[in-house]
């Protein structure tokens, strides 16, 4: 059975870069409160009306499919996660099949917020260990500054969200000592509502009480209303402590699932990739496995948390930076929304 590889990874962040004391012109913030908590200094916003989410992803793509020595004929299947979809539906896979002018290949999109990209990564890995697929571009990509709230109101999530791409072509090979060793997904429903954007939506306050406000409750008013925009109801939503118990819990257990299932231990890993959720997460994870400085990447500090996109992202910057050479061991590990978290243990 082939194993899949990483034969081409690429980015893209957008041009506009907005430092913390640039937030300050929008909400009551500072650069001190917002490094202290996040490690972010600075993050990039895309163009207001001159690129995309599924744009942003197309600019990573191409850099990937370029590494990998593909063009967009040769791609047979799609996955794109993200939470900031250019469209509620479809998707964004498929205005990459049409951008790219591919062949009537399938897109599938991927809503696993943080986790989405490692998910994505699983199911492509399925499709090539399968023999179905020999070409799969992987796609996360977000851009988060359309959707949250830069009012004071919502400044506990704004600091730390930033837009950016990253993308994978994945192709099979039975190259001894290289490869896609496991992946692991998990979920766990019952801290749904603890980061998330309720609205629009259909759930009617059917799930919790109070997550919406209806001007009356007619069929027809009920998906989004003037008091729900006038609340800032269509906002995302994070208790942001019970993120991170959440996250520093989970983050090791799935590193250590991954590790274990190929008889590993965290001092073998060349380097680990952790989606950039927060630094002081990400710092919590090294000193529980023991690792060095440097076998954990973190560019969180320069793009902000990149939910779908910040895997790839971080990777991609990893290859580029020369820390990644063939056959070193990699883990990319990944918590958010649902809740759900994911591991990817790799050979480069
Ligand atoms: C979001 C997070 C940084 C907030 O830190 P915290 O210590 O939990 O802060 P709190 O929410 O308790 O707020 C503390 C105070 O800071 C204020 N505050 C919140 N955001 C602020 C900001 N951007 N600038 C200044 N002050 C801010 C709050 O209003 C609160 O003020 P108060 O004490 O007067 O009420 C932290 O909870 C966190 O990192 N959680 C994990 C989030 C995460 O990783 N999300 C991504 C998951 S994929």
């Known amino acids: 059975m082939p194993r899949s590889i990483i034969a081409g990874i690429g980015k893209y962040v957008p041009g506009n870069v907005f430092t913390n004391d640039d937030m300050k012109q929008f909400m009551d913030t500072s650069d001190e409160w917002i490094q202290e908590r996040t490690g972010v200094k600075e993050r990039r916003f895309a163009n207001r009306t001159g690129e995309t989410t599924a744009t942003m992803g197309i600019e990573a793509a191409k850099i990937a499919m370029e590494r990998a020595g593909v063009t967009p004929q040769d791609i047979d299947f799609i996955i794109f996660a993200t939470l900031s979809p250019d469209y509620y539906f479809p998707g964004c896979g498929v205005l990459v099949q049409r951008a790219m002018k591919m062949k009537e290949i399938g897109a599938l999109d991927v809503r696993n917020q943080c986790s989405g990209f490692l998910y994505g990564l699983s ?202 050479k063939e056959g070193d061991l990699v883990c990319l590990a990944a918590f958010g929304s649902g809740f759900t978290w994911a591991s990817a243990l790799l050979k480069w």
């Open 123 to 324: 199911v492509g890995d399925q499709f090539i260990r399968s023999g179905m697929y020999k070409n799969i571009l992987i796609i996360g990509s977000e851009k988060h500054s359309f959707i949250m709230d830069f009012t004071t109101r919502g400044r506990n999530i704004s600091v730390i969200f930033g837009d950016g791409a990253g993308a994978v072509v994945l192709q099979p090979t039975e190259e001894e000592g290289r490869g896609m060793l496991s992946t692991h997904l998990h979920s766990d429903g019952n801290d749904a509502e603890i980061l998330a954007v309720y609205n629009p939506g259909t759930h009617a306050n059917y799930w919790q009480k109070g997550l919406a406000d209806y001007d009356d409750a007619e069929i027809g008013e009920m998906y989004q209303s003037h008091t729900m925009i006038d609340k800032g109801q269509n906002y995302p939503v994070m208790h942001g402590q019970d993120v991170f118990k959440k996250a520093i819990t989970k983050f090791p257990e799935v590193i250590m699932e991954a590790l274990e299932k190929n008889s590993f231990t965290p001092a073998d890993l060349r380097l680990l990739v952790p989606h950039q959720a927060n630094l002081r997460i990400s710092q919590y994870v090294q000193q529980k496995l023991k690792l060095r400085d440097d076998q954990v990447f973190n560019n969180i500090q320069k793009y902000g948390n990149t939910t779908a996109a910040s895997v790839p992202l971080a990777l991609c910057e990893a290859w580029e930076e020369g820390r990644l």
